[in-house]
């Protein structure tokens, strides 16, 4: 299968005669820097301080600028025989900017060496703030629930060239000092040779987000993003893994089949464990489901665009009952 990504060209002039010190770093249009494999390891201190890894990457922090700190993800060596394939994708995400989409400084793609240095979130990820005993507020949830439908907004239809992010989770869900919601890793799917699902399909995502598309000979498009959306929409919503192997009963493993029950049920507020807020905002609390489960129709022809989404989470447009999300009209 192909994903449609048309990245802007660009003439990379001096390419071999970029100084060795950060400081003389060279920059190209829209403020992109080109490290050398040499800066990079200036910046991070030889990789000392590793922040976060899966199985793609390892991410490790960096200063650039002298106080400037910095995200800098290594991509694994696979991506080393990809070169004009990554500088397109480069091209691709050098033409993207939005207040939810993490930025990029600058990359690197000399000899074997693939990576990408971004704007380090001092929140962290959205799964470690999400996950713990201490749930976030209900306010912050649902601003965090917006900002992650407008960022798939852009990249779905505003930016200059239409990205599928492919792997929408909470650990590709970043947080800034305000708790805003950035999207991380969006123009990279074309890049990801090994599938995080483990399988052996060409399988792009991760198991508990993909999107049943990927497992027919349905063409994969932007609806991929927005089944994984509606999965990530109920975790932040319950503040849980969307799949638990342990210490649930078995009605409650899998979130997106326990929440659609809870809403056939009408019994949504067993969801959230008596949240003295969200008791307070019923109504938003029973159309952010209902939201929910028009995304993760397992016939993607159902699922609205993220356009719709975001109208429907911002109150603008109705929300309609959704169908059984399932083709043949049960879980079971």
């Not at 050398?36 to 301080?49: A, L, Q």
């Not at 792009?204 to 999965?231: E, L, N």
Request: net charge negative; charged share 25%; glycine share 6%.
């Amino acid at each position: 299968m192909t994903l449609s990504f048309v990245g802007a060209i660009f003439y990379w002039r001096n390419h071999n005669k970029i100084e060795s010190s950060v400081s003389n770093t060279s920059v190209i249009d829209k403020n992109l820097r080109v490290f050398t494999f040499k800066e990079i390891t200036e910046i991070t201190n030889n990789f000392r301080e590793e922040l976060g890894r899966g199985s793609c990457s390892i991410v490790y922090k960096g200063t650039i600028d002298s106080d400037i700190c910095v995200a800098v993800k290594k991509l694994d060596k696979l991506f080393q025989d990809s070169d004009k394939e990554f500088q397109n994708e480069m091209d691709v995400i050098i033409e993207t900017h939005h207040r939810n989409l993490v930025r990029l400084h600058g990359y690197c793609s000399e000899e074997q060496h693939r990576i990408l240095v971004y704007e380090l979130m001092s929140n962290g990820t959205l799964a470690s703030f999400l996950f713990t005993p201490l749930k976030p507020s209900w306010n912050q949830r649902v601003w965090i629930i917006i900002g992650i439908a407008r960022g798939l907004v852009y990249l779905h239809e505003e930016c200059c060239t239409q990205i599928i992010h492919c792997d929408i989770k909470p650990q590709n869900i970043l947080l800034d000092d305000d708790y805003n919601a950035k999207i991380s890793d969006f123009g990279l799917a074309k890049l990801l040779l090994i599938n995080q699902s483990h399988t052996k399909t060409g399988i792009r995502g991760t198991k508990g987000y993909v999107a049943p598309d990927w497992f027919r000979s349905a063409p994969i498009t932007v609806k991929v993003d927005v089944y994984s959306f509606g999965v990530l929409l109920l975790e932040i919503i319950c503040c849980r893994k969307n799949v638990e192997d342990d210490n649930v009963s078995e009605e409650k493993r899998i979130l997106i089949d326990w929440g659609y029950d809870c809403y056939k049920a009408g019994k949504m507020d067993i969801l959230l464990e008596s949240e003295y807020e969200v008791v307070n905002d019923t109504s938003r609390l029973e159309k952010f489901v209902m939201i929910s489960i028009w995304c993760t129709q397992e016939d993607p022809s159902l699922r609205p665009p993220m356009k719709k989404v975001l109208l429907m989470l911002e109150g603008i447009v109705e929300v309609e009952i959704p169908p059984s999300p399932y083709l043949y009209g049960s879980s079971n």
